[in-house]
């Protein structure tokens, strides 16, 4: 195993179209976590999941925000009608329960 | 309100000399990390912390946590230029569901 990937890598979307991003976590990892990051900002956290249970929700995840993690496994987070405040870079990382946080290299979303 | 904060916010050190950076965080918490980003990269973890007094140390960088005053300090000795990137302290709080909170992290800038 090489660590948590994300994919895509980039997405460019115009404003207003649904768009969804994978996340896969390091396979014995119980606990995926979904960040937002803008630019000189750090990583703002959004949900994350204990298997395939979500167990907390930010104030920031919006109604248009959606995550899952049906198996317990990799997850996505969909994003709909798409807004230019959505333009970030969204970072996923997982974690034994306890131990440090392992990032994915992050899908960067650019919204025109 | 949990709040993680780092001082300072950017930092121009020039190859040879020495500096810590600083992460104080506003509930206890007996659990920090710190993390580098290359622009444009995800994060990369660098230390973690788990008790009073911990100290670790890699190369260059030596990280510190004191639980009593929550503040950890990040020191650079020798500073060369593949130390330049943002360095970002997190902690972890039991009682949000083990979710990070970052901090705003250093920029630091080595000058040859």
């Known amino acids: 195993d090489t660590g948590v990937s994300q994919n895509p890598r980039h997405k460019i979307t115009k404003r207003g179209q649904n768009v969804t991003f994978r996340c896969d976590p390091i396979?014995?990892?119980?606990?995926l976590y979904w960040y937002r990051q803008t630019l000189g900002q750090g990583p703002e956290f959004l949900t994350y999941f204990q298997n395939e249970a979500q167990l907390e929700k930010s104030r920031l995840l919006s109604d248009r925000f959606s995550a899952e993690r049906p198996k317990g496994s990799f997850s996505t987070l969909e994003i709909q009608r798409t807004e230019q405040g959505d333009s970030a870079m969204y970072l996923c990382a997982s974690r034994r329960t306890g131990a440090e946080q392992y990032f994915g290299p992050g899908t960067r979303l650019t919204v025109t | 309100e949990l709040k993680v904060e780092q001082n300072p916010l950017f930092l121009s050190m020039q190859e040879g000399k020495n500096y810590t950076i600083y992460c104080n965080y506003s509930t206890t918490s007996d659990r920090l990390y710190w993390y580098r980003q290359d622009p444009g990269k995800s994060l990369e973890s660098l230390f973690v912390l788990l008790s009073n007094g911990a100290v670790k140390q890699e190369g260059r960088l030596m990280a510190s946590l004191d639980t009593k005053a929550r503040l950890s300090t990040l020191h650079i000795t020798a500073a060369v230029h593949d130390l330049s990137a943002t360095y970002f302290c997190a902690v972890d709080y039991y009682n949000t569901g083990n979710q990070f909170y970052f901090g705003t992290g250093t920029s630091l800038t080595v000058i040859p």
């Open positions: 396979s014995e990892h119980n606990r």
